[in-house]
C-alpha cells in the first residue's frame, strides 16, 4: 500500500483503489475503504489514532470491502443495501456538507455507476472527489445496478459546477484529473450510448470493453 500526501489528503493507493484520509485535530475522515484484504484500518492507524469516520463514495465491492474492520459508515441510501448487516449505516444526501481538515465538502447525488453514488465537492479549493464517476476507466457499467441514461444525467450536474472544480481526485487509474475529464466522460459515455464504440469482449468479466477517445468503460 502506497500513501502519499497531497493538499493535506493522505491518499492510500494499493495500485487498483485509492482512499482518501482526512485529519482534523479531533477526528479523522476516511473516504472509502478499499478491498477486504487490504484492511485499510491497519493503514489508516500507522497514521493517526484519532477516532475515524468512514464516508462511501459508493457501495461497491472495492469500495467498502475494509468495513468488516469498522462499525459504522456513512452512505447514501440507495446503496444501503450493498453494506454488511453488521455495520451500522448512516445517511448522506444531496446538498449535506462534511467538515474534513481543511476541507469542507458538499455532497452532490451523481447516481449512474451505482444508484448511491455520490461526489465530494469543496468549492473554496475547487477540489472533487468523483468515486469511480470520473476517472480514465474502466469504468464499470455493467449488471443490473448499473444505468448509462442516469450515468450521462449525472455528469451532466456535475458539468454545471465546473468552475468550482480545478482538480478531480478519482478512486482509480490516475490523478489528478482537470474538470475537463467531465465533459470527456460525457463525450465518451454518449458514444457508448449511441453505439458507436467498438466492444471486446472481456477475457473473465461478463461484459464487453468498449474504449471511447478519452475514457473506457465496461459494459
Ligand atoms: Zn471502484
Given at each position: 500500500m502506497q500513501v502519499s500526501l497531497y493538499n493535506d489528503i493522505f491518499i492510500l493507493d494499493d495500485g487498483e483503489v485509492r482512499e482518501f484520509l482526512f485529519l482534523s485535530r479531533t477526528t479523522a475522515l476516511l473516504i472509502d475503504t478499499g478491498f477486504p484484504g487490504t484492511h485499510i484500518i491497519d493503514v489508516v492507524r500507522r497514521i493517526t489514532s484519532l477516532p475515524i469516520t468512514v464516508l462511501l463514495t459508493h457501495g461497491d465491492g472495492d469500495h467498502r470491502g475494509g468495513l468488516c474492520d469498522f462499525e459504522e459508515?456513512?452512505?447514501h441510501e440507495r446503496d444501503k443495501n450493498l453494506i454488511p448487516s453488521d455495520v451500522q449505516t448512516y445517511n448522506i444526501r444531496q446538498g449535506e456538507y462534511i467538515r474534513a481538515g481543511k476541507y469542507c465538502f458538499e455532497v452532490i447525488e451523481i447516481p449512474g455507476h451505482t444508484p448511491g453514488s455520490i461526489a465530494l465537492l469543496d468549492r473554496r479549493h475547487k477540489l472533487l472527489i468523483s468515486g469511480d464517476t470520473i476517472q480514465k476507466g474502466p469504468i464499470y457499467m455493467f449488471g443490473d445496478r448499473r444505468d448509462l441514461n442516469m450515468y450521462i444525467?449525472?455528469?451532466k450536474k456535475?458539468?454545471?459546477e465546473k468552475d468550482d472544480i480545478d482538480v478531480i481526485l478519482p478512486s482509480h487509474h490516475e490523478y489528478p484529473?482537470?474538470?475537463e475529464y467531465?465533459?470527456?466522460?460525457?463525450e465518451d459515455a454518449i458514444a457508448l450510448k449511441n453505439g458507436e464504440l467498438q466492444g471486446t469482449l472481456h477475457p473473465r468479466l461478463p461484459c464487453k470493453e468498449y474504449k471511447g477517445k478519452y475514457i473506457s468503460f465496461y459494459a
Open positions: 459508515c456513512y452512505v444525467r449525472s455528469l456535475l458539468w454545471k484529473l482537470s474538470h467531465i465533459e470527456y466522460c460525457i
